[in-house]
C-alpha cells in the first residue's frame, strides 16, 4: 500500500520536510536522504557563513578583482540579474551589502537606524555592479563592500534541486517543504492532488485559504515572518533595496507556478513592489499567480486565480 514517508531536518537555517510517496519504506527513506543530501550541498555552496563558500570568495574580492566559479553559482547569478531587471531592482542579491548594523529585528533593536547609515549602505546595493564573464566563469562586485547573498532565491533552488534529485531516482509523488516554501509533484496515496493551506497573516497558526496542487510551487513572503515594534508600529524583515527600509502596505505574498526557485525569488519583490505593480507584472508572466493580502486585509489575485 502507498504510503508518505516524512522527514524533518534543519538546513540553510531553514526548516525542510521531505516527504515521498512509496510502497516501501527503506526506499522512501534513501530518496528523502538523496534530496537532504543535494540541499547540503547547495548550502555549502552557497552559504555566507563559511569563508570556503564561492559566495564568500566572490564577496571578499569585492572591488578588487574578478573570482572564478562553478558553473552552478554562475547560472544561478546570471539568472539572478535576470530577475532584477524584471522586477527593476526589487530583487538584488546585491542586498548582502545591507548588514546587521541596519536592521537585525531582534530584541535589542528599540529605535531606527540613523538616515546617514541607511544611505551609506543602500549606495552599495545595485545588481548592476555584478558584472559577469561567461567566458572566464567570473564574477567580479565592482565596487568596494558590496556583498551578494542568496537569501531571497537560494531556499527555492534548494527545494527545486531537491524536488529533481528525488524525481531522477524514481520518486514520482513527493513534497519538499523549505519552511512554507513548497515544491509539490504528482499525487497523494489516494490520487488526489495535494491540498496546502494559505497562512493567514494575523494568526500565522491558521490558514485563510486552501487549495489543491500538483506539479507546482508554491512560496509565501509576508510581514509576520520576523519584524520589529518600534514606537507602536512593525517593520518587517523585508527590505526594500532602493530605499533600505521595510516595507509597508502589503502583509503577505503568495506566488504560485511550475518552479521553486521562481516563486521563491518572485515573492519578496511584489511585496516591495506593491499591489498594483506587483500584480502587472505578475500578469504578464505565463504560468505564474499571485494572491495579495494589504495592510488593511483586502486581498487581491491574479488574473487567473477564481475563489469561492
Known sequence: MRTTFKQTQK??????????????????????TDGVEEIRRIERLLTTFSDDSETARVNRHAGEHPVAVSEETFALIERSLRLSALTQGAFDITYGSVDKRLWNFDQTMTELP???TVKQMVRLINYRNVLLDRSAHTVFLKE???????????????????????QASGV???VVNA???????????????????????????????????TNMAVATSGNYEKYVMIGGRRYSHTINPRTGLPVTGVKSVTILCPNAE????MATPVMIMGIRAGLDMIDQIRDMEAILIDDNDHLFTSKNIHYA
Open 144 to 166: 568596494p563592500g558590496m556583498r551578494i547573498g542568496f537569501g531571497g532565491i537560494g531556499k527555492g533552488y534548494a527545494a527545486e534541486r531537491a524536488k529533481q534529485v528525488m
Open 262 to 265: 521562481l516563486a521563491d525569488a
Open 114 to 116: 540613523d538616515a546617514a
Open 11 to 32: 538546513l540553510m537555517g531553514n526548516r525542510f520536510e521531505l516527504s515521498v510517496i512509496a510502497e516501501d519504506e527503506a526506499w522512501a527513506m534513501a530518496r528523502i
Open 172 to 174: 514520482t509523488d513527493g
Open 179 to 213: 519552511s512554507g516554501d513548497l515544491a509539490v509533484w504528482g499525487h497523494q496515496p489516494d490520487g488526489k492532488p495535494f491540498t496546502i493551506g494559505i497562512v493567514n497573516p494575523n494568526a500565522v497558526n491558521h490558514v485563510f485559504s486552501t487549495m489543491e496542487v
